[in-house]
């Protein structure tokens, strides 16, 4: 049974208004209520300490136990079973509280990660790891970047060898969001180089303290370090620890992209906005300029932003709910929104703050975070495929434009590194 057949099955055992009703009592009686609010196009990225995690866990564990984790997730791996729609409704009631804030691993653990290992791998896998994910005992991470190879995913160089019943993988991957705390990876590997590159891949789960995984964190320009290097050196896993098919690692690289894409917060649309920038008007107020016609511009403007991209979620969301498989090409459309929205708004953030935002006393938190917001606002251009590449997905899948020339696509994957080495000793 596929998990949309189990949650529309169970989807009518409480309807949306109700289970809000129930949320609001359980969280009212079980959450603190937040002391900052959620502010609108807030990009944080602040690596997160071992305690801020046991803090999230602890929290995660409140919400299992009150049947609030997972609730779009099937009831046989613990989660409630309901809507996507449940789900926002949730997250509506839930917003004025504190609820588990794991960093960057978070999103994609319940997101991404869990959605793909739910599409993709057996009842004893989905067994083993979906419970403890939603229960807060397993916090997984991504690796699939590597040096050589980001845009051009297909084109990975870490190898996993088949010995017995055993694999051993070894490479290296990069950009792994929250690796340094997370307990297993999702890691992509090259198991056949005879075929063309995207035929050849193969994704398994990885305990991040297994033998021969070594993890660094990687200094960023806003002085975090929320991303990591690995180097795996010979590391082992098993047969039970292959996510989807062997070779056919491309599926399931698609629905995580799908869902890392946004499709997953297709029940999570961001909040209406309702009153004008709530973030940029606060600064305004701070810095002095809530008169200034140039401040006022720029608020205008990003309050309309916020309202583009939030009926344009609403759209997508829509017609996402209404395929049974996410369409890369339909989840395309809001990454891009936010990968071209995100830097212009954290940019009128910054004609905001004026002067202000670019110099303020040491230790005043709330004074840096419009620079901060600023260096972090490419995020989203970037993560799981830059804006070009949404362009391209869109160009070819949806405007039924010619396929960018490739070179490699069809060649066994062997032959394009031969090629490629033959061609640079003859550059060189
Ligand atoms: C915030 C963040 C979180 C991330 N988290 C993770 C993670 O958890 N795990 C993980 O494995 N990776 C992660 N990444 C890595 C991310 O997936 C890659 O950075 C991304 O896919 C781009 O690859 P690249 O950095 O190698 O850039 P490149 O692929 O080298 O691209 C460089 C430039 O060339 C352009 N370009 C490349 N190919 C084309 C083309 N065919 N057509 C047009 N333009 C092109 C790109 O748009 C870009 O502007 C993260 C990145 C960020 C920014």
Known sequence: MTTEQTNTQTNTQIDVESFRLEARAWIEANLEPRTHGVLAGRVDSEAKSPEDIARARALQRRLYDGGFAGISYPVEYGGRGLSSLHERAFNEEALGYVTPDFGAAGGVTFGAIGRSLLAHCPPAFLQRHIPRILSGEELWCQFYSEPEAGSDLAGIRTRAVRDGERWIISGSKIWSSGAYLADWAMCLARTDWTVPKHRGLTWFALPTDAKGVTIRQIQQINGNAEFCEEFLDEVEVTDDDIIGEVNKGWAVTQTMLVYERGAGEMGAATVEPRSLAPDLVELARRVGRTADPAARQAIARAHINDYAQYHLGHRIADRLRASATPDPAVA?????????????????????????????????????????????????????????????????????????????????????????????????
């Open 332 to 428: 395309a459309y809001g990454k891009l929104a936010s990968g071209v929205l995100a830097p212009i708004r954290a940019r009128l953030a910054m004609e905001v703050g004026g002067p202000a935002a670019l110099a303020w006393a040491g230790g005043d938190e709330e004074a840096g975070r419009t620079a901060l917001n600023y260096l972090n606002g490419r995020v989203t251009s970037i993560a799981a495929g830059t804006n070009e590449m949404q362009r391209n997905g869109i160009g070819e899948r949806v405007l039924g434009l010619p396929r960018e020339p490739s070179f490699d696509t069809n060649k066994p994957f062997n032959e394009v590194l031969n090629s490629a080495r033959h061609f640079d000793s003859k550059v060189g």
